[in-house]
Protein backbone atom coordinates (compact mmCIF):
# COMPACT_ATOMS: atom_id res chain seq x y z
CA UNK A 1 0.00 0.00 0.00
CA UNK A 2 1.51 3.01 -1.31
CA UNK A 3 0.62 6.36 0.83
CA UNK A 4 1.99 10.05 1.33
CA UNK A 5 3.66 8.45 4.54
CA UNK A 6 5.52 5.86 2.42
CA UNK A 7 6.73 7.85 0.26
CA UNK A 8 8.05 10.48 2.34
CA UNK A 9 9.57 7.98 4.28
CA UNK A 10 10.62 5.71 2.00
CA UNK A 11 9.38 2.40 3.32
CA UNK A 12 7.38 -0.24 1.37
CA UNK A 13 4.05 -0.53 4.19
CA UNK A 14 2.83 2.40 5.93
CA UNK A 15 3.08 0.80 9.71
CA UNK A 16 5.92 2.39 11.86
CA UNK A 17 6.98 0.71 15.39
CA UNK A 18 6.43 2.87 18.41
CA UNK A 19 9.45 3.89 20.30
CA UNK A 20 9.04 2.34 23.13
CA UNK A 21 11.48 3.35 25.72
CA UNK A 22 13.62 -0.07 27.18
CA UNK A 23 11.86 -1.78 23.85
CA UNK A 24 12.66 -0.10 21.04
CA UNK A 25 16.03 -1.04 20.54
CA UNK A 26 18.19 -1.42 17.67
CA UNK A 27 17.29 -5.19 17.22
CA UNK A 28 13.47 -4.20 17.19
CA UNK A 29 14.15 -0.99 14.91
CA UNK A 30 16.20 -2.93 12.23
CA UNK A 31 13.99 -5.53 12.15
CA UNK A 32 10.75 -3.83 11.20
CA UNK A 33 12.84 -1.58 9.19
CA UNK A 34 13.54 -4.67 7.19
CA UNK A 35 10.87 -6.01 6.99
CA UNK A 36 9.37 -2.90 5.01
CA UNK A 37 8.03 -0.80 7.61
CA UNK A 38 9.75 2.43 9.86
CA UNK A 39 11.90 1.29 12.82
CA UNK A 40 11.97 3.14 15.94
CA UNK A 41 14.77 3.15 18.50
CA UNK A 42 13.01 4.37 21.61
CA UNK A 43 15.42 6.99 23.03
CA UNK A 44 13.58 6.97 26.59
CA UNK A 45 15.55 8.60 29.33
CA UNK A 46 18.40 7.26 28.00
CA UNK A 47 21.73 9.18 27.70
CA UNK A 48 22.89 10.28 24.25
CA UNK A 49 25.68 7.60 24.01
CA UNK A 50 23.38 4.84 24.15
CA UNK A 51 21.62 6.48 21.84
CA UNK A 52 23.84 7.12 19.32
CA UNK A 53 25.45 3.29 19.91
CA UNK A 54 21.84 2.43 18.78
CA UNK A 55 21.70 4.13 15.66
CA UNK A 56 25.34 2.62 14.77
CA UNK A 57 24.39 -0.78 15.31
CA UNK A 58 20.83 -0.54 13.19
CA UNK A 59 23.16 1.14 10.66
CA UNK A 60 25.03 -2.34 10.43
CA UNK A 61 21.70 -4.70 10.45
CA UNK A 62 20.18 -2.40 7.86
CA UNK A 63 20.21 -0.70 4.64
CA UNK A 64 16.70 0.48 5.16
CA UNK A 65 15.20 4.14 6.64
CA UNK A 66 14.58 4.10 10.17
CA UNK A 67 14.11 6.79 12.92
CA UNK A 68 14.51 7.79 16.26
CA UNK A 69 12.04 8.63 19.30
CA UNK A 70 12.63 11.72 21.34
CA UNK A 71 11.13 11.90 24.70
CA UNK A 72 11.45 15.71 25.42
CA UNK A 73 11.60 15.22 28.82
CA UNK A 74 14.93 13.34 28.64
CA UNK A 75 17.71 15.68 30.77
CA UNK A 76 20.02 14.96 27.79
CA UNK A 77 17.14 15.77 24.84
CA UNK A 78 19.31 18.45 23.77
CA UNK A 79 22.72 15.97 23.47
CA UNK A 80 20.62 13.44 21.53
CA UNK A 81 18.74 16.11 19.33
CA UNK A 82 21.79 16.73 17.94
CA UNK A 83 22.92 12.94 17.75
CA UNK A 84 19.97 12.58 15.33
CA UNK A 85 21.75 15.24 13.07
CA UNK A 86 25.35 13.80 13.25
CA UNK A 87 24.36 9.93 12.45
CA UNK A 88 22.12 10.79 9.65
CA UNK A 89 18.75 10.18 10.81
CA UNK A 90 16.21 10.67 8.49
CA UNK A 91 13.02 10.21 10.59
CA UNK A 92 12.56 11.57 14.00
CA UNK A 93 9.36 10.84 16.34
CA UNK A 94 8.53 13.01 19.02
CA UNK A 95 6.81 12.39 22.49
CA UNK A 96 6.14 13.99 26.16
CA UNK A 97 6.76 17.43 24.75
CA UNK A 98 6.80 19.90 22.10
CA UNK A 99 9.89 19.74 19.85
CA UNK A 100 9.95 23.28 18.18
CA UNK A 101 13.13 24.08 19.60
CA UNK A 102 14.92 21.89 17.26
CA UNK A 103 12.90 21.92 14.43
CA UNK A 104 15.28 24.14 12.05
CA UNK A 105 18.00 22.36 13.20
CA UNK A 106 16.12 19.15 12.02
CA UNK A 107 15.00 20.80 9.13
CA UNK A 108 18.09 21.96 7.83
CA UNK A 109 19.40 18.59 8.13
CA UNK A 110 16.94 17.05 5.90
CA UNK A 111 14.98 15.14 9.02
CA UNK A 112 11.06 14.67 9.03
CA UNK A 113 9.81 15.39 12.04
CA UNK A 114 6.52 13.36 13.59
CA UNK A 115 5.32 14.75 16.88
CA UNK A 116 2.83 12.42 18.32
CA UNK A 117 -0.25 14.46 19.28
CA UNK A 118 -3.18 13.70 21.84
CA UNK A 119 -5.20 16.71 20.97
CA UNK A 120 -6.45 19.12 17.86
CA UNK A 121 -4.59 21.81 19.22
CA UNK A 122 -1.21 20.30 19.52
CA UNK A 123 -1.81 18.95 16.18
CA UNK A 124 -2.39 22.17 14.73
CA UNK A 125 0.85 23.85 16.97
CA UNK A 126 3.14 20.97 15.66
CA UNK A 127 2.12 21.77 11.85
CA UNK A 128 2.54 25.73 12.44
CA UNK A 129 5.96 24.62 13.62
CA UNK A 130 6.66 22.72 10.19
CA UNK A 131 6.43 19.50 11.26
CA UNK A 132 6.02 16.41 8.24
CA UNK A 133 3.20 14.46 9.80
CA UNK A 134 1.98 13.71 13.37
CA UNK A 135 1.06 10.89 15.07
CA UNK A 136 -2.94 11.04 16.83
CA UNK A 137 -2.28 8.39 19.36
CA UNK A 138 -5.38 7.53 21.49
CA UNK A 139 -6.26 6.93 25.34
CA UNK A 140 -6.00 2.75 23.85
CA UNK A 141 -2.27 2.89 24.03
CA UNK A 142 -0.05 1.33 26.23
CA UNK A 143 2.32 3.87 28.44
CA UNK A 144 1.63 7.64 28.36
CA UNK A 145 -2.05 8.34 26.75
CA UNK A 146 -4.29 11.33 26.30
CA UNK A 147 -8.08 11.32 27.00
CA UNK A 148 -9.46 11.04 23.09
CA UNK A 149 -10.07 7.55 21.60
CA UNK A 150 -8.58 6.59 18.17
CA UNK A 151 -11.58 6.27 17.08
CA UNK A 152 -12.51 9.79 17.98
CA UNK A 153 -9.18 11.56 17.44
CA UNK A 154 -7.80 10.67 14.23
CA UNK A 155 -10.48 11.87 12.16
CA UNK A 156 -10.97 15.60 14.17
CA UNK A 157 -6.97 16.04 13.61
CA UNK A 158 -7.33 14.74 9.45
CA UNK A 159 -9.73 17.44 9.13
CA UNK A 160 -7.97 20.07 11.23
CA UNK A 161 -4.76 19.61 9.64
CA UNK A 162 -2.87 19.39 5.81
CA UNK A 163 -0.02 17.14 6.54
CA UNK A 164 -0.25 13.45 7.22
CA UNK A 165 -1.95 11.81 9.92
CA UNK A 166 -0.52 8.49 11.41
CA UNK A 167 -3.00 6.39 13.99
CA UNK A 168 -1.62 5.29 17.16
CA UNK A 169 -3.74 2.70 19.64
CA UNK A 170 -6.03 -0.03 20.19
CA UNK A 171 -4.55 -1.12 16.21
CA UNK A 172 -3.14 -4.87 16.62
CA UNK A 173 -4.19 -6.32 13.09
CA UNK A 174 -5.42 -5.84 9.69
CA UNK A 175 -8.81 -4.90 10.53
CA UNK A 176 -7.44 -2.20 12.73
CA UNK A 177 -5.24 -0.63 10.04
CA UNK A 178 -8.19 -0.82 7.69
CA UNK A 179 -10.24 1.14 9.76
CA UNK A 180 -7.12 4.15 10.23
CA UNK A 181 -7.21 4.37 6.67
CA UNK A 182 -11.20 5.08 6.57
CA UNK A 183 -10.67 7.20 9.18
CA UNK A 184 -8.03 9.29 7.29
CA UNK A 185 -5.10 8.62 8.67
CA UNK A 186 -1.95 7.82 5.84
CA UNK A 187 -0.44 4.88 8.03
CA UNK A 188 -0.33 3.65 11.83
CA UNK A 189 1.58 3.39 14.47
CA UNK A 190 2.24 0.39 16.59
CA UNK A 191 3.88 -0.61 19.77
CA UNK A 192 1.97 -3.52 21.55
CA UNK A 193 2.31 -6.08 18.79
CA UNK A 194 6.08 -5.16 18.64
CA UNK A 195 6.87 -5.94 21.91
CA UNK A 196 5.78 -9.60 21.45
CA UNK A 197 7.55 -10.05 18.38
CA UNK A 198 10.24 -12.05 18.07
CA UNK A 199 13.12 -9.77 17.82
CA UNK A 200 12.01 -7.55 20.71
CA UNK A 201 14.33 -7.86 23.32
CA UNK A 202 11.48 -8.08 26.14
CA UNK A 203 11.79 -10.54 28.48
CA UNK A 204 9.63 -13.48 27.82
CA UNK A 205 8.19 -13.06 31.18
CA UNK A 206 6.55 -9.61 29.70
CA UNK A 207 5.57 -10.83 26.00
CA UNK A 208 3.84 -13.95 27.95
CA UNK A 209 2.06 -11.26 29.79
CA UNK A 210 0.63 -9.48 26.83
CA UNK A 211 -0.41 -12.99 24.85
CA UNK A 212 -2.14 -13.77 27.92
CA UNK A 213 -4.02 -10.94 28.40
CA UNK A 214 -7.99 -10.78 28.18
CA UNK A 215 -9.58 -7.62 26.91
CA UNK A 216 -10.18 -6.34 30.40
CA UNK A 217 -6.82 -6.71 31.88
CA UNK A 218 -5.42 -3.53 30.94
CA UNK A 219 -5.48 -0.66 33.72
CA UNK A 220 -4.55 2.92 34.00
CA UNK A 221 -2.62 4.64 37.01
CA UNK A 222 -2.07 8.15 37.32
CA UNK A 223 -4.88 10.06 37.17
CA UNK A 224 -5.13 12.27 39.85
CA UNK A 225 -1.55 13.19 39.26
CA UNK A 226 -2.36 14.58 35.76
CA UNK A 227 0.03 11.56 34.38
CA UNK A 228 -2.12 8.62 33.07
CA UNK A 229 -0.11 5.87 32.23
CA UNK A 230 -1.83 2.26 30.45
CA UNK A 231 -0.43 -1.13 31.81
CA UNK A 232 -1.62 -4.10 32.16
CA UNK A 233 -2.73 -5.08 35.63
CA UNK A 234 -0.69 -7.10 38.81
CA UNK A 235 0.19 -6.01 42.19
CA UNK A 236 2.01 -2.90 41.61
CA UNK A 237 -1.23 -1.60 39.80
CA UNK A 238 -3.58 -3.12 41.93
CA UNK A 239 -1.02 -1.57 44.98
CA UNK A 240 -1.01 1.92 42.71
CA UNK A 241 -4.91 2.11 42.36
CA UNK A 242 -5.32 1.89 46.15
CA UNK A 243 -2.97 4.25 47.30
CA UNK A 244 -4.33 6.88 44.55
CA UNK A 245 -7.86 6.14 45.82
CA UNK A 246 -6.50 7.25 49.03
CA UNK A 247 -5.41 10.22 48.33
CA UNK A 248 -1.07 9.57 48.56
CA UNK A 249 0.73 12.00 47.17
CA UNK A 250 2.41 12.62 44.00
CA UNK A 251 6.23 11.22 45.15
CA UNK A 252 5.09 8.44 46.84
CA UNK A 253 3.07 7.06 43.86
CA UNK A 254 6.48 8.10 41.63
CA UNK A 255 8.61 6.00 44.18
CA UNK A 256 6.12 2.73 43.80
CA UNK A 257 7.04 2.96 39.92
CA UNK A 258 10.38 4.13 40.11
CA UNK A 259 12.37 1.56 37.57
CA UNK A 260 9.07 -0.15 36.95
CA UNK A 261 9.36 -0.72 33.23
CA UNK A 262 12.87 -1.79 33.48
CA UNK A 263 11.80 -4.18 36.06
CA UNK A 264 9.38 -5.67 33.56
CA UNK A 265 10.87 -5.52 30.40
CA UNK A 266 14.96 -6.34 31.51
CA UNK A 267 14.11 -8.77 34.66
CA UNK A 268 11.11 -9.84 33.96
CA UNK A 269 9.29 -8.89 36.53
CA UNK A 270 5.46 -8.60 35.71
CA UNK A 271 4.45 -8.39 39.25
CA UNK A 272 5.89 -5.43 40.35
CA UNK A 273 7.18 -4.13 37.55
CA UNK A 274 5.00 -1.55 34.92
CA UNK A 275 3.83 -3.91 31.83
CA UNK A 276 2.79 -1.06 29.38
CA UNK A 277 0.86 -2.13 26.69
CA UNK A 278 -2.33 -1.10 24.97
CA UNK A 279 -5.96 -2.06 25.48
CA UNK A 280 -5.51 -4.35 22.01
CA UNK A 281 -3.27 -6.57 23.81
CA UNK A 282 -6.04 -9.36 24.27
CA UNK A 283 -5.79 -9.53 20.23
CA UNK A 284 -2.13 -10.56 20.71
CA UNK A 285 -2.62 -14.53 20.91
CA UNK A 286 1.47 -15.15 19.38
CA UNK A 287 5.29 -14.65 18.93
CA UNK A 288 5.61 -13.53 15.67
CA UNK A 289 8.72 -12.17 13.64
CA UNK A 290 8.57 -8.48 12.69
CA UNK A 291 8.45 -9.62 9.04
CA UNK A 292 5.14 -11.75 9.78
CA UNK A 293 3.88 -9.84 11.53
CA UNK A 294 4.34 -6.21 8.87
CA UNK A 295 3.57 -8.42 6.15
CA UNK A 296 0.40 -10.31 7.68
CA UNK A 297 -0.86 -6.63 8.23
CA UNK A 298 -0.23 -4.82 4.83
CA UNK A 299 -2.10 -8.20 3.24
CA UNK A 300 -4.76 -8.13 5.43
CA UNK A 301 -5.48 -4.47 5.46
CA UNK A 302 -4.94 -4.48 1.44
CA UNK A 303 -7.41 -6.97 1.34
CA UNK A 304 -10.11 -5.06 3.04
CA UNK A 305 -9.86 -1.83 1.34
CA UNK A 306 -9.53 -3.20 -1.73
CA UNK A 307 -12.22 -0.84 -4.44
CA UNK A 308 -12.37 1.91 -1.85
CA UNK A 309 -9.47 3.70 -3.87
CA UNK A 310 -7.55 4.93 -0.63
CA UNK A 311 -4.27 3.24 -1.89
CA UNK A 312 -2.49 2.86 -5.07
Avoid at 62 to 84: R, Y
Avoid at 149 to 175: C, E, F, K, N, W
Amino acid sequence: MKTEITKLFGIEYPIIQGGMAWVATSELAAAVSEAGGLGIIGAGGAPASWVKEQIQQVKTMTDKPFGVNLMLMNPEADAIAEVIVEEGVKVVTTGAGSPEKYMKMWKDAGVKVIPVVASVALARRMERAGADAVVAEGTESGGHIGETTTMALVPQVVDAVSIPVIAAGGIADGRGVAAAFMLGAKAVQMGTIFVASAESIASEAYKNKIIKAKDIDSKVTGRSTGHPVRTLRNKQTQEYLRLEAEGADFEELERLTLGGLRKAVVDGDVVHGSVMAGQIAGLVKEIRSCREIVEGLNAEAEALLKGTGLYE
